[in-house]
């Protein structure tokens, strides 16, 4: 069974400086990994995906995410992040597989607030 | 193009009483599937349809969970009878056929059961 973590429940950045989101996943064969974003009130919203080739994905809003296969790891990042940018963030991955489930599993989430 | 739509926005139901929640995806999308996150845990996977057929329900929690899409659009998810561990927010996401694609999902249902 595939599983999602994501180590960090809270990240605090100030305006203007880098941010990264952290998420680790175990899945059986390779990923198709996921970024979603939840702004309040609101429902998730899609903002970038690794599906294969280049391990960097560029997605929405200026975030980018690098896949590293030998560490499991799919971090989200940014490099100058907006008040704006704050809200709750999921990693979440499925297996690659033809005849796998196509549900994904979510990490637990994490809040990033960015500090003006 | 609209997106995936929920209804209601929120639900508060007593113990024992029946609700049921309902999605619309986004047109054309054979894919939908339900999840539910509760007590600001993950999201967890609820069940999947291709059309009007279930793909896979490995997810729903017992049967008080009825989940249905007749026709291939729209799906509802009825929870009867309803308890407290019930609560949560209940989302609903579409995507196309075809590998890899993401899934868009809707605002969710916020069920509360007291």
């Known amino acids: 069974a595939q599983s999602v973590a994501q180590p960090e429940d809270q990240v605090n950045v100030a305006e203007g400086n880098p941010l990264t989101v952290k998420c680790t996943y175990s899945v059986s064969g390779n990923p198709y990994l996921f970024w979603y974003v939840q702004y309040p009130n609101r429902g998730l919203q899609f903002l970038l995906k690794y599906i294969t080739g280049d391990n960097l994905v560029k997605g929405s809003y200026g975030f980018e995410a690098e896949f590293n296969k030998s560490q499991t790891s799919f971090h989200l990042k940014k490099p100058s992040a907006l008040v704006s940018d704050s809200a709750l963030y999921f990693c979440a991955v499925r297996p690659s597989s033809s005849g796998s489930a196509r549900q994904l599993t979510f990490g637990s989430g994490t809040q990033l607030t960015v500090l003006p | 193009e609209a997106g995936v739509t929920q209804f209601p926005s929120h639900s508060v139901i007593e113990k024992g009483q029946t609700v049921t929640l309902r999605c619309d995806p986004i047109?054309?999308?054979?894919?939908l599937y339900w999840y539910r996150r509760v007590m600001g845990k993950e999201i967890k996977f609820l069940l999947h349809?291709?059309?009007?057929?279930?793909?896979?329900e490995s997810g729903m929690p017992n049967n008080r969970f009825l989940a249905e899409r007749t026709g291939g659009t729209y799906s509802t998810l009825k929870v009867q009878p309803a308890e407290l561990e019930d609560s949560g927010v209940y989302f609903c996401?579409?995507?196309?056929?075809?590998?890899?694609?993401?899934?868009?999902f809707g605002p969710g249902t916020r069920l509360t059961v007291t």
């Open positions: 996401a579409s995507s196309q056929q075809g590998q890899g694609l993401e899934q868009y």
């Open positions: 047109s054309g999308h054979d894919n």
């Open positions: 349809f291709v059309k009007e057929s279930k793909q896979d």
